[in-house]
C-alpha cells in the first residue's frame, strides 16, 4: 500500500496530535502492508522530524494536491482536518474534534463562534465527500452517523493509545490535600463547575487547593480573566493554584500526589487527558457526558454537567474515600487501559485504510 498522510493544519500542530504522530506513524510505517509512506506537515514544525524519513514539509499548499498526486499512493490519509477537496483517489478522514459538534459556544467569544460554525461544516462536508472515516470513540462515530446520514460501513471507531497500561500504587505520595484538573483553558473547558463547587466546600476543608493546569488557548484570555474574577470573588485567590503549561514529569507528579482528578469538559472525542488521568491519577470525577462514561466507566464517580452543587457533593464524598478505598479503583483503571494500545490503534488504522482502498 503506497500511503500519503496528509497533515495540513494551520501551521502548528497540538501537543496531543504531536503525540498522535510520535506514537502511531513509527508503528504505521512498520506494518508490512505498507510499501511506501510519506507524511506530509507544516514547514514550520518539520525541524521535530527532520531525522524520520518519511515526514516532508508543506511549502507550497497550492501545489501540494498536484504533489501528492504526482505520488500515485493508493490512498490518502488526512488526520486533520483544514480544508476539504474531492480527490479521485480513496481518501480517508479522522474526526478528533467535537467542540465544533457538540459545544453550545455560550462562553465563545464572536470569533471563535464564527469558526466553530465553520469548522462544523467542514467536518459535514469532509465525512461526506470522504471514501472513509476513523472516529476516535463510540461517541465520535454515533454522532457521524445520527447527525450527517453517514452510512456506518463507512465509519470505523479505532481508539488512541497509551504508551503503558501499567497502573501504579503510589500511597506514600496521595495528598488529601490538592485536587487536580488539567488541560487547554477555553469556555468548552467548563472550569466554572469545579471553581463554584470549590466555594461551597471551602470552608468545611481549610487545608484543600485547587491545582489548575493547562495553557491558555489564543482567543481565550477573555474566559481565564472571567475566572480569575469568578475566583476573587469568591476569596479563592490564595486557594486556588494556576500552572499553566507545565511539562510531563510535573504533570505525572500532580497526578499521583493529587487526591482527586477532576473532568469539567463539554466536548471531548478521544481525551488523552483521561486516559493519563487512570494511568496515573488516583481518585476521578468527571461530566457524565459523553464520551467520558465510554472512557472511565465505573472509574469515576460523575456529576451532571453545569451543576456545581452536585459537583460539590460528589467531591465531598471522594475527599472521605481512603488509601484502601482506591484499590479497587486502581484495578478498574488497569483494566480499562488495556483497551487503548497504540500497536492495536495502528494495526487497525492500516486494515481500516486496505478495507477503503479495496471498495
Not at 496521595?174 to 470549590?198: H, M, Q, V, Y
Amino acid at each position: 500500500m503506497k500511503l500519503v498522510v496528509l497533515n495540513n493544519t494551520s501551521g502548528f500542530i497540538s501537543g496531543g496530535y504531536q503525540k498522535y504522530l510520535d506514537n502511531i506513524m513509527p508503528r504505521i510505517a512498520n506494518n508490512p502492508k505498507i510499501s511506501s509512506l510519506r507524511i506530509f506537515v507544516p514547514e514550520a514544525i518539520i525541524n521535530s522530524y527532520r531525522n524520520n524519513k518519511y515526514y516532508y514539509p508543506i511549502i507550497n499548499k497550492r501545489k501540494l494536491i498536484n504533489e501528492i498526486l504526482g505520488l500515485k499512493p493508493d490512498v490518502v490519509f488526512c488526520p486533520t482536518l483544514q480544508f476539504t477537496y474531492k480527490w479521485p483517489i480513496p481518501f480517508v478522514i479522522m474526526i478528533r474534534n467535537m467542540e465544533p459538534l457538540v459545544y453550545d459556544n455560550k462562553f465563545n467569544p464572536i470569533k471563535e463562534k464564527i469558526k466553530n460554525y465553520g469548522r462544523k461544516i467542514l467536518s459535514k462536508n469532509a465525512c461526506l465527500q470522504s471514501d472513509g472515516i476513523i472516529a476516535v470513540s463510540n461517541h465520535v462515530k454515533d454522532y457521524i452517523i445520527n447527525n450527517f446520514n453517514v452510512e456506518k460501513d463507512k465509519v470505523a471507531k479505532i481508539y488512541h493509545g497509551i504508551d503503558k497500561s501499567s497502573v501504579a500504587f503510589t500511597p506514600d505520595s496521595l495528598s488529601g490535600n490538592k485536587i487536580f484538573t488539567a488541560g487547554s483553558i477555553r469556555p468548552a473547558r467548563g472550569l466554572e463547575d469545579l471553581i463554584l463547587a470549590f466555594s461551597l466546600i471551602k470552608n468545611k476543608y481549610p487545608r484543600l487547593r485547587l491545582l489548575i493546569a493547562g495553557k491558555v488557548e489564543p482567543g481565550m484570555f477573555h474566559y481565564k480573566h472571567n475566572l480569575e474574577k469568578l475566583i476573587e470573588n469568591k476569596n479563592l485567590t490564595k486557594r486556588i493554584i494556576w500552572l499553566d503549561n507545565i511539562e510531563k514529569d510535573e504533570m505525572i507528579k500532580l497526578f499521583k500526589s493529587s487526591k482527586v482528578f477532576i473532568m469539567t469538559s463539554r466536548a471531548e472525542a478521544c481525551p488523552n487527558i483521561a486516559l493519563e488521568a487512570m494511568k496515573y491519577g488516583n481518585y476521578i470525577i468527571s461530566t457524565d457526558n459523553q464520551p467520558m462514561p465510554e472512557f472511565f466507566g465505573k472509574g469515576a464517580t460523575y456529576y451532571c454537567a453545569k451543576n456545581h452543587y452536585d459537583l460539590a457533593t460528589k467531591l465531598e464524598k471522594t475527599i472521605s474515600l481512603n488509601k484502601s478505598d482506591l484499590l479497587k479503583y486502581k484495578r478498574i483503571y488497569k483494566n480499562n487501559l488495556n483497551r487503548f494500545s497504540w500497536d492495536r490503534s495502528a494495526n487497525k488504522t492500516v486494515s481500516f485504510l486496505e478495507q477503503v482502498i479495496k471498495r
